[in-house]
């Protein structure tokens, strides 16, 4: 009868309060990182940076690139667990003319979200008209000829023993990996990790990232990924800004429980920010009373997602966020997740 309910109810915001208190704790002890360890990481990084810009400018002074720049969570303090990565963006130039950029839905490939970036104008402007005509293959830049470059420039020609000395740093490049990759050791117990990322900026705005498509390689080769980033972390950040919300709270207890969960590594960042950003459209109290009730229906709308097989980009719906799991992957996330709901606690036990 109506006593039953009533104890349930209380029993369920009771279960509710001790996760919300968990949540939080888990916030303050694992996933929040101290300020002086941020301020650290940021500063062997912006070394690098300075060293390789210097490098570059004195080495190649006809490559045509716009200044480089460090990005990624570390900047827009939504990292997690550890200050040990960030981006090094390495923007190309590129001729108007000779080059135009076509979405990977108007391809063979069909895949929105990354695109081709066709050679123009050969008859007028042959090979070698362009700087990157070097990393031209059949016809188009190829992203994976541009990170050959730099990966010749920077585990090959630069002499990193020597940079690190002076910076009182170990550095050494990362082998093998997909990106390029510098392992920074900048204190005994301490290693940052920056990726280059090489960087297109289109003429209407869009951000390519030469940043491989995860599966069948051969045939995705050529394309060039769309980077979301900037746009999503601002809309997510203006949204808690307008009503004091804890989406970013929520964002970043969500990439911790990814990290510290092998079952759940396969789950980035942008897709837990867009998963964030879809639920925000159909949930309007963020406030931080509320934030176990919005964790619980993040992890559910991400069950969700996942037996749908796709999780569409807030900012660009045609784009699968899932499109590069595969389907054991996607089930096995599922599952993971599926289970976690009636226990959720158990993905924040570290
Ligand atoms: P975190 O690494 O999980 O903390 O997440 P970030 O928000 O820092 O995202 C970094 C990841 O996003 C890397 O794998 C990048 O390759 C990818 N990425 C895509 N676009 C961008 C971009 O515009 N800037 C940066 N820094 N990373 C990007």
Known sequence: ?????????????????????????????????????????????????????????????????????????????????????????????????????????????????????????????????SYWDRCMVGGYLSPKSVLEVFDKLVAGSINWPAIGSVLDYVIRPVVPSETLTL??????????????????????GTSLIAKPHRLAAERHENLWRQSFRVAETARLRALDQEDGGCRCNCLKVAKAMCKLNPALNRLNSSQLTNAILLLSEKEGDWTQEALADRFLQLLRALVGHLEAGRLPCALSPKVNLFCELTEQEVDELGYTLYCALSDPEGLLRT
Request: net charge negative.
């Open 183 to 204: 392992e920074v050791q900048y204190e005994t117990d301490r290693k940052l990790y920056v990726d280059f990322l090489p960087l297109l900026v289109m003429e209407d």
């Open 1 to 129: 009868g109506g006593s039953g309910i009533a104890q349930s109810n209380m029993l369920r915001a009771r279960m509710r309060l001790s996760l919300q208190e968990h949540l939080w704790e888990f916030y303050r002890n694992n996933v929040n990182i101290p300020a002086e360890e941020q301020a650290m990481a940021r500063r062997a990084a912006l070394d690098i940076c300075a060293e390789l810009r210097v490098f570059l400018h004195a080495k190649l002074p006809d490559m045509p690139l716009r200044e480089m720049y460090l990005s990624g969570s570390l900047y827009d303090d939504l990292q997690v667990v550890t200050a040990d990565h960030a981006q090094l963006m390495v923007p190309l130039i590129l001729e108007k003319n000779l080059w135009s950029s076509i979405p990977g839905e108007d391809t063979i490939m069909n895949v929105p979200g990354f695109w081709l970036v066709r050679r123009e104008n050969l008859e007028y402007f042959p090979r070698n008209s």
